[in-house]
Nanobody, 121 residues
Framework: QVQLVESGGGLVQTGGSLRLSCAAS????????MGWFRQAPGREREFLAG???????YYGDFVDGRFTVSRDNAKNTVYLQMNSLKPDDTAVYYC???????????????WGQGTQVTVSS
């Protein structure tokens, strides 16, 4: 498993941007698929974006180009750039690691503690 620590969440106004970071404590980070999920109160955890070791990226069906995932293997860090934020984006955001690319949370074997993102109207 991989130890993951998210950062970068906070309070932002509608239309604003945030960049979330997820630092991993594993020498095998570069070979791991990394994903971003979020969970709002009363809602299921939903997949946002994933990035494999080759930098191929893939996104959730509802992601409309406002979110961009990237990784820096030299820093063992994956990022989620979020633009044009809306109140509906308010949630706890999680990064996760898996052995293979997937949009399903059950495939991911390592999770961070989450970081809160709140978008005010």
């Amino acid at each position: 498993q991989v130890q993951l620590v998210e950062s970068g969440g906070g309070l932002v106004q509608t239309g604003g941007s945030l960049r979330l970071s997820c630092a991993a404590s594993s020498r095998t980070f570069s070979r791991r698929n990394m994903g971003w999920f979020r969970q709002a109160p009363g809602r299921e955890r939903e997949f946002l974006a994933g990035i494999v070791w080759s930098d191929y990226t893939y996104y959730g069906d509802f992601v409309d180009g406002r979110f961009t995932v990237s990784r820096d293997n030299a820093k063992n860090t994956v990022y989620l750039q979020m633009n044009s934020l809306k109140p509906d984006d308010t949630a706890v955001y999680y990064c996760a690691a898996s052995a293979r690319a997937s949009r399903s949370a059950v495939v991911y074997d390592s999770w961070g503690q989450g970081t809160q993102v709140t978008v005010s109207s």
